[in-house]
Each structure stands twice: as structure tokens, then as C-alpha cells.
């Protein structure tokens, strides 16, 4: 865009010198020149009405397409509310009223289960609430970017405990793998969402028995984290498409666990708000690995 406007003040520059130049021609001048002259000056007007065209065309293609990111993003919202909102709410309503039931007539058979499928569902409704509220927040510009140094090794240990309920439940073993000091200059709300997010991903498509690793490397770019599993692993056109929002796809987890795609989303968009970037390595039936990207001190 830059090099378009430049190329628009040039043309108008040299408008300008060849209308002021007309006092230069003598008054004997023949009128073959005049009309050259005039022209000149009508094609360079046509340039500039052309480059102006073009300015307008480029901007009205950056609204459509934004215009068509914010219908996906309505579609999205819709589906997430009507559906991956309502079914855990039914499952919480059902549950407790057996549960009631039971303790009412003094049956204790299936009360156990019962709370535990009320208090899964609980947690899945709370991990989708924070992820709405976050992306509506940051959609509307009022998530705000506060970074400042902070105790990486320490967030992710706090993340992986407050995931050890998930992975305990399919028998999933969290490891980590951190240098000894890990300092980094990053909004702290945002870093817990990423990490958050990404070994919740990770819980939901590994099976039982399997394995996620969390660790963080230097490099020339600052830190570098990962989280690994050996899970179901990703199709190549699922990759393709998982950080984007308008094919982004609800995918069940291993143990039929409901997704909605959203919290990849926010870790995209909090990882580039750091300036950063975010990508993923996955061979289908393999596992998969997700990378990004923080300024370290």
C-alpha cells in the first residue's frame, strides 16, 4: 500500500510540474506541442484516478473479507451455544435429579458416578465459558496486553495441575521437561490460556495410558514451548485448517470428549499478541506436537 501511495505522489508531482511548465512555452509555440502537453497531463489525470480505483478496490476486498470472518464467527458462536453449551447442561440437570433421587430413597448404587459425570460436565462448561468470554473480549478489542516478566516454569507446572482431574481419568501421565530458570516477558493471563488450552487439547485426543510432554527450549527468537502427545495425531488437511476460524470443526476426543476448536483459536490470537507464532507437527495415528513462540527477558 505504501509503495502504491508513493507511487500516486510522484504522478501528482509531475502533474504538477508539466501544468506549470505551460508558462515555459514560448508564445509563437505551434499548436501541435499544446495539444501534447495537454495530453500528457490527461494521462497522467487517468493514472491517478486508475491508482485511486485500485486503493478502493483493495479496501473493499479487506472489508469483505473481514465482513466474512465476523458471519463465521457469528455461525460459530450460534453453534457453540446452541449445542456444545446445552449439552453439558442437560447432562448436569439429568444427573443431579438421579442423584437426588437416590439419596432420597437411600439408594447409594451409581451416586459415585453420578457426581463424577455432574462434576466433568461442570468443568466443561466452565473451560468453554472462560474460552467465549476471552474471545469475545479479545474480538472486541477490550482484552487488554499487559506484559511483564514472569516465572514460566512456575505457570506451567500450575497448568499441568490443574489438568492432573482429565489425564487422571483416561490414566494419562503429564511430564515436563524445563531448564532451570525460565524468564519471560509475556501477559500472564494470556500464557495461562495458551497453556491452558493446548494440554486440555492434548488430554482430550490422547488415549488411555498415553503421554504428554511439555517442555521449553531457547532459541534465537526467545523460548520456544511445546506440548506433545502420542495420540490420535492430525490428517494433513486438518492441520491445514485447525487455527483457521471459518473451517475450524468440533472433533470428539478419544474418549468422545466435545470439542469446539475455539481455544486453539485464542491461542493463536494471544500468541500473536506477543508476536510470536504457532504451528503443529502431527502424523495421524501418531500424535502430535504444538509449538509457539514468546519473547523471553
Known sequence: MSVKVNTMQHKAEELYKIRNSEKAFPRTESGIMKLLHELEVHRIELELQNEELQQARIKAEESEARLRELNAAKDKLFSIISHDLRSPFTSIIG???????????????????????????????????????????????????????????????EAS?????????????????????????????????????????????????????????????????????????????????????????????????????????????FVSKHGGRIWVESEFGKGSTFFFTIPAI
Open 95 to 157: 444427573f443431579s435429579n438421579l442423584l437426588a433421587e437416590r439419596v432420597s430413597i437411600d439408594d447409594h448404587d451409581g451416586i459415585v458416578e453420578y457426581a463424577r459425570i455432574i462434576r466433568d460436565s461442570s468443568w466443561r462448561v466452565m473451560e468453554l465459558l472462560m474460552n467465549l468470554l476471552e474471545w469475545s473480549n479479545s474480538q472486541t478489542g477490550k482484552m487488554d496486553y499487559y506484559p511483564e516478566y514472569i516465572d514460566l516454569a512456575s505457570m506451567i507446572t
Open 161 to 269: 495441575a490443574l489438568s492432573t482431574g482429565g489425564a487422571q481419568q483416561k490414566s494419562i501421565s503429564i511430564m515436563t521437561d524445563l531448564p532451570d530458570n525460565i524468564t519471560a516477558f509475556a501477559d500472564k493471563a494470556m500464557i495461562s490460556t495458551i497453556l491452558r488450552n493446548l494440554i486440555s487439547n492434548a488430554i482430550k485426543f490422547t488415549y488411555l495410558h498415553g503421554k504428554i510432554v511439555i517442555s521449553v527450549k531457547e532459541n534465537h527468537n526467545g523460548l520456544l514451548v511445546s506440548v506433545s502427545d502420542n495420540g490420535v495425531g492430525l490428517s494433513k488437511k486438518r492441520i491445514e485448517n485447525i487455527f483457521r476460524f471459518e473451517k475450524s470443526k468440533p472433533t470428539l476426543g478419544t474418549q468422545k470428549e466435545h470439542g469446539t476448536g475455539l481455544g486453539l483459536l485464542l491461542c493463536k490470537e
